[in-house]
């Protein structure tokens, strides 16, 4: 009696073991509930397994959270799991699901800085930016450079326009932090390399006339020629005159003309009133523009107008210059 109690009680577990383990490998191995798209997780600084586990089956992502629980426990992930942003595709299982959670391969959000941005435009970009962590809002200019403990600079042209990856509650301080340094050091190497005999006494002053270069062109093979011009200038003592100094003094007040009333409006950045560069950049000017400024292409063209296309004719003497502005500008 007693060996067929125990036959029929090896019998049982045997059953039960082979349930369990089928249970355990299904659900192990089948894919959660999840949209087609995928979701992005945030796992919370401080989160546990049973946190974990309760809030997908609250979520209706997870069936079965106490099978969660033991197969993070008994694999040793359940110490592991790492805070952050995750990105959970259709056809996670929980074995790949705790797998993501502890790999620190968290999403990163993509923010772009334009070259030709104003400082007030790249703020308006980040200020927006939902993945950002806002610690700066309603701060004026110098409030901001004062947190980034830059105190003595002024802020435009001194962050790098670029393609930015970072993750979910990155600071805005942080993000612009890493903007400064970036461009602190391509300023830095660009300097050390440029050509000699460059009227321009400081990186900085590299960094306003890269700026103006930057405001003038969108076509890359311009800027060389266009920094030639600047350059050939300011060697001679001749005024900049270049527009767009003219529209960042003039604020608010322009509204997409220049008069001859705001050629003659005595702001620091009217070009055509002051001589030498502007008193700061005008714009963040891309590494491209740096490397003009720089590199400035030979020539003895003194003078460049738009001719409407997006490009400019460049001119050697007044004369030629007069004429191109009567063809293009004035169209006669």
Known sequence: MLNRL???LIFVLSILLAWGWMEYEGFITRPMTLPQGGINYVLEPGATIRGLADDLRQRE???KPLLLRFIARWSGQAGE????????PQG????????????????????????????????????????LQQTLQEMRDEQIMQRLALDDLHPEGR????TYHFP????????????????????????????KGLPLKTPYEALILASIIERETGLPEE????????????????????????????????????RKRDLLRDTPYNTYIHKGLTPTPIALPSGAAIHAA?????????????????GHHFSTTLEEHNKAVRKYQLKR
Do not use: C
């Open 168 to 195: 979910l509650g990155t600071t805005d301080a942080e993000f612009l932090k890493r903007a400064y340094q970036r461009m602190e050091k391509t300023l830095e190497q660009a300097w050390r390399g440029r050509d």
């Open 6 to 8: 125990l036959g029929i």
């Open 61 to 63: 992502i997870l069936d």
């Open 294 to 310: 720089l590199h400035p292409e030979d020539g003895n063209q003194l003078y460049f107008v738009a001719t409407g296309d997006g």
């Open 92 to 131: 996670t299982t929980p074995r790949v699901l705790l797998d993501i959670l502890t790999s620190s391969r968290v999403v990163q959000h993509v923010l772009t800085i334009i070259e030709g941005w104003t400082f007030k435009q790249m703020m308006a970009a980040v200020r927006r930016h939902p993945a």
């Open 223 to 258: 800027r060389g020629k266009i920094a030639g011009v600047f350059v050939r200038r300011l060697r001679r003592g001749m005024r900049l005159q270049t527009d767009p100094s003219v529209i960042y003094g003039m604020g608010e007040a322009y509204d997409g003309n220049i």
């Open 81 to 88: 799991l790492k805070a952050g942003e995750y990105h959970l």
């Open 159 to 162: 962050f790098y326009p670029d």
